[in-house]
């Protein structure tokens, strides 16, 4: 049986845009002095300076890719698989659709629109993460990070926790690279952090790897989500 979202971890802030939406925060569990990196792949390609700064210095992550990422990205899905000691892989959607009911848009993305369209995004994101991995997903991550009320109580009934943040490292991967490492670096135990591993073409993802290194440099303990919030048994 699958579980429903648990927000005994996560504070649920009113977004400032959407003002009855949600917008996830997250950290880990309370003692963790580990930092949580996870990355979105929501379409395009991937950027080999991240991921092969993960690898390089064997940092644990959880990637959160859509059904059209992963279409697209064949080789580095087979570079994932064979790296599966590292990588946590999750659910941003199957189309990298907002789930939101209340507003046509949300960061100039046109929102699911209503549940039906919610409950689309959500299971043909974990079916493509299924399919691809022979692993079913446990997160899953909406396009914008935001969240109408309602798709929030339907994700949980569907079986799925909500992955949230605490340190938006790059926002959406528009930041100059020096300003992203240098939040990176910045980061306190406990944080889980958000950037994205599918702008290669964009100064980001250098800031990102530097980030990284900076933590490992630091001794930083790394930890995917699945190992700090464990599936409840029982």
């Given at each position: 049986?699958?579980?429903?979202?648990?927000?005994?971890?996560?504070?649920?802030?009113?977004?400032?845009?959407?003002?009855?939406?949600?917008?996830?925060?997250?950290?880990?569990?309370?003692?963790?002095?580990?930092?949580?990196?996870?990355?979105?792949?929501?379409?395009?390609?991937?950027?080999?300076?991240?991921?092969?700064?993960?690898?390089?210095?064997?940092?644990?992550?959880?990637?959160?890719?859509?059904?059209?990422?992963?279409?697209?990205?064949?080789?580095?899905?087979?570079?994932?698989?064979?790296?599966?000691?590292?990588?946590?892989?999750?659910?941003?959607?199957?189309?990298?659709?907002?789930?939101?009911?209340?507003?046509?848009?949300?960061?100039?993305?046109?929102?699911?629109?209503?549940?039906?369209?919610?409950?689309?995004?959500?299971?043909?994101?974990?079916?493509?993460?299924?399919?691809?991995?022979?692993?079913?997903?446990?997160?899953?991550?909406?396009?914008?990070?935001?969240?109408?009320?309602?798709?929030?109580?339907?994700?949980?009934?569907?079986?799925?926790?909500?992955?949230?943040?605490?340190?938006?490292?790059?926002?959406?991967?528009?930041?100059?690279?020096?300003?992203?490492?240098?939040?990176?670096?910045?980061?306190?135990?406990?944080?889980?952090?958000?950037?994205?591993?599918?702008?290669?073409?964009?100064p980001a993802g250098a800031g990102?790897?530097?980030?990284?290194?900076?933590?490992?440099?630091?001794?930083?303990?790394?930890?995917?989500?699945?190992?700090?919030?464990?599936?409840?048994?029982?």
């Amino acid at each position: 049986m699958r579980f429903l979202v648990l927000f005994s971890f996560v504070a649920l802030a009113a977004s400032p845009v959407l003002a009855g939406d949600v917008e996830p925060r997250m950290v880990l569990p309370a003692g963790d002095q580990a930092v949580a990196l996870t990355f979105d792949a929501c379409s395009g390609a991937v950027d080999s300076r991240i991921l092969d700064e993960l690898i390089a210095d064997r940092v644990p992550a959880t990637l959160f890719v859509t059904h059209r990422w992963l279409k697209r990205n064949a080789a580095t899905v087979s570079l994932l698989l064979a790296h599966s000691d590292l990588f946590e892989i999750e659910n941003h959607g199957e189309n990298h659709v907002p789930a939101i009911t209340d507003q046509p848009t949300v960061f100039g993305l046109p929102t699911a629109g209503s549940l039906t369209a919610v409950s689309q995004e959500v299971l043909g994101g974990a079916a493509a993460v299924t399919a691809t991995f022979g692993q079913a997903p446990v997160w899953y991550r909406d396009a914008s990070a935001r969240y109408s009320r309602d798709a929030v109580e339907l994700i949980g009934q569907l079986g799925y926790r909500i992955a949230g943040y605490s340190l938006n490292a790059d926002v959406g991967a528009s930041l100059p690279a020096a300003t992203v490492s240098k939040r990176i670096a910045a980061a306190k135990p406990g944080a889980v952090i958000i950037a994205h591993i599918n702008h290669p073409e964009r100064p980001a993802g250098a800031g990102v790897a530097e980030g990284i290194r900076k933590l490992v440099a630091k001794g930083v303990r790394f930890e995917r989500l699945d190992s700090a919030f464990p599936v409840p048994t029982g």
